[in-house]
């Protein structure tokens, strides 16, 4: 009987054994079969953007919602009407594929308007590619011009997805920062007053830069480069052979009497750049996403080959719509009451209430020349938050947070838009976004006075 039981105590150790080790084999071979399903070697090291993050973030907290960059009041009535007559317009085609490269009516719409901004004829059909918003103008552009080992010129700070679209194509991005050559004490900080060091810009061009990309005005400083900038940026192109991507998305949002100066104009730089716009930017209507990149055709046809591969063709309703809203800005340009004019006179005022309440409240903003974004330097009120509960890695994370859980008031942390050896120049700022409603600015503005 004790032999029998010693027998199936050692048959069940065994069986238990075998089982462990069979469950093990398995549960290796399920994770070397999962491994084929993890992500290709060029999306390997990409994380969820801050975007994902901080929506998030709003939907728990429910802050006001400064950071975000889309305006919060109505789009003009031409816009949004126009939509609503193309749901009811009795051509059924509306309602169908248009052209893949861009709808008809639009495509020639932008010609019209950019022939003369930029003094050249734009064939309509070879020259612009309409696009589902910048953000894809931005990846047709990158994936149809960058091959494996081209290096493409990144200024910092950035919109975060020119870094990983660079390295999806197997580029290889070169980083250089805009920096502040104002001291504090020095009186209001200008976008202006971040510049880029020339020695170090200079030194990043050689035979391997195949792109550098613009961003003017930029998101998030607000600085309209000037065009001794843009000569200077022109020149290094022209010397090593170099591509200009010029997003231009905030094109008519310049403030104080700045210029805005499109690069492609400059002397020999139509050939070898392409200008990227939007129509959320353009119209506010950020949800409507439709976009367009504008070039010579030998440019263009590279883009062409990655959108009709991957998007193919954009809304119909909505691209009809962008057309129908730029016929109206063609007849009235450069009238007081174009959009175009009207919107920045607006947003001025809303710059101005933004900067006051915010050095009100301690913080040293920079007084961005354009876009609808603004940097604040926060670190003045350092000693007024705790955020040690927070425990992400950088400071404008953690205060950022912090403001949101125990303000109710959310921006977004700047160096997000550094590469990762550069985000520390970052961390002292938040970013903010004033195209909002008034009673948003003045509820902000509230808050921040009694935090004070």
Not at 296 to 325: F, K, W
Request: hydrophobic share 35%; glycine share 6%; net charge neutral.
């Amino acid at each position: 009987m004790l032999r029998s039981c010693r027998r199936l105590a050692t048959r069940s150790l065994r069986d238990q054994l075998q089982f462990q080790v069979k469950r093990h084999q398995k549960t290796a071979a399920t994770c070397s079969d999962m491994d084929k399903f993890d992500l290709p070697k060029r999306l390997q090291g990409s994380t969820p953007s801050v975007w994902n993050e901080y929506i998030a973030l709003a939907m728990q907290y429910k802050p006001l919602n400064l950071g975000q960059g889309f305006p919060d009041d109505a789009a003009p009535e031409y816009v949004t009407h126009s939509l609503a007559d193309i749901a009811k317009d009795e051509n059924p085609l509306l309602h169908q594929y248009t052209r893949g490269y861009g709808h008809v009516r639009l495509v020639q719409a932008l010609s019209k308007l950019y022939s003369g901004l930029v003094s050249k004829e734009l064939n309509p059909l070879t020259d612009i590619l309409i696009t589902s918003g910048a953000y894809e103008a931005l990846y047709s552009t990158i994936m149809g011009h960058v091959d494996v080992g081209d290096e493409v010129i990144i200024i910092e700070p950035f919109f975060d997805c020119y870094e990983p679209m660079v390295k999806m194509a197997g580029g290889v991005p070169r980083f250089i920062p805009l920096k502040l050559r104002k001291t504090e004490g020095e009186g209001p900080i200008s976008s202006a007053d971040w510049v880029l060091d020339d020695a170090e810009f200079e030194g990043l061009f050689n035979s391997k830069t195949k792109m550098i990309i613009l961003n003017t005005p930029h998101n998030p400083i607000g600085k309209v480069f000037n065009r001794k900038e843009l000569e200077r940026i022109a020149e290094l192109c022209r010397k090593w052979n170099v591509l200009c991507v010029s997003d231009e998305v905030y094109e008519w949002l310049v403030f104080d009497g700045a210029e805005h100066i499109r690069i492609c104009t400059l002397p020999g730089m139509w050939d070898r750049t392409i200008t990227l716009g939007s129509a959320g930017k353009t119209f506010s209507v950020t949800g409507w996403k439709i976009g367009w990149a504008y070039g010579p055709a030998q440019l263009i046809r590279n883009l062409q080959m990655v959108h009709q591969n991957s998007v193919y063709t954009c809304p119909t309703p909505l691209q009809e719509g962008v057309a129908r809203s730029f016929e109206v800005e063609l007849a009235r340009l450069g009238k007081p009451e174009s959009y175009f004019l009207s919107l920045p006179r607006e947003l001025k005022q809303k710059r101005d209430y933004m900067a006051k309440f915010l050095s009100d409240a301690g913080m040293r903003p920079t007084i961005p020349e354009g876009g609808y974004f603004m940097l604040a330097d926060w670190s003045p009120l350092a000693n007024k938050v705790d955020l040690s509960s927070e425990p992400d890695k950088h400071r404008d994370y953690k205060f950022t947070k912090w403001m949101t859980k125990n303000m109710g008031l959310q921006g977004i942390p700047p160096s997000a838009f550094y590469s990762e050896p550069n985000k520390p120049l970052g961390e002292d700022f938040v970013r903010y976004c004033f195209i909002k409603k008034q009673e948003n600015l003045d509820k902000a503005a509230e808050l921040l006075a009694k935090w004070k």
